[in-house]
């Protein structure tokens, strides 16, 4: 904030795991009643690469206004569960499972935002988010119901259709 000399501060990362590891993340910033956004795309592996693109004004608050409207909510809110299938109490050759499912690959999501009055920071896995594992009519995630309930998530959601359509109508210039 001091350095922005904004009156609020966010940001938004989605960090994806593969063969490589991808970011894709933006910076809000407010001040004297205007919202300015920030896209940073770094690459981790397989060649460690950071791009940074021009900010450019929004139209919009949705940012602030989407987060801090819901502020005692989230603040109070549980953690989301972890993708969790249900099992036997007993498996075979007499071991005992907790259903919890890891995975390498994911997409992680990471918010934050800070203003005088709300600080703010979350962070969480998409794969939790799954219903299934793949087309998997047996591998069902017990805590999918739970999970697309929670306020985070309904908000992460309202954030991405946000970023996509000002994706959509703006081309983000690279920084020299």
Not at 150 to 159: P, R
């Amino acid at each position: 904030m001091t350095e922005l000399n904004a009156e609020k501060v966010g940001f938004t990362r989605k960090s994806c795991t593969g063969f490589g590891v991808n970011s894709e993340g933006y910076i809000f910033w407010k001040k004297d009643s205007i919202v300015k956004l920030q896209k940073i795309d770094f690459t981790e592996y397989p060649k460690e690469e950071l791009i940074t693109y021009r900010p450019i004004e929004l139209k919009t608050d949705f940012f602030f206004t989407l987060l801090e409207g819901k502020r005692y909510v989230l603040q109070k809110e549980k953690e989301l569960k972890r993708f969790q299938v249900q099992v036997d109490d007993v498996q075979e050759l007499d071991t005992v499972s907790t259903g919890y499912i890891r995975t390498s690959h994911s997409c992680y999501r990471n918010i934050y935002i800070k203003s005088k009055k709300f600080n703010y920071s979350k962070q969480f896995d998409y794969f939790n988010l799954a219903k299934s594992l793949g087309h998997s009519k047996t591998e069902i995630n017990i805590n999918y119901e739970f999970n697309k309930k929670l306020k985070i998530v309904e908000s992460d959601s309202l954030i991405n259709k946000e970023l996509e359509q000002i994706k959509s109508k703006n081309k983000f210039i690279i920084v020299d």
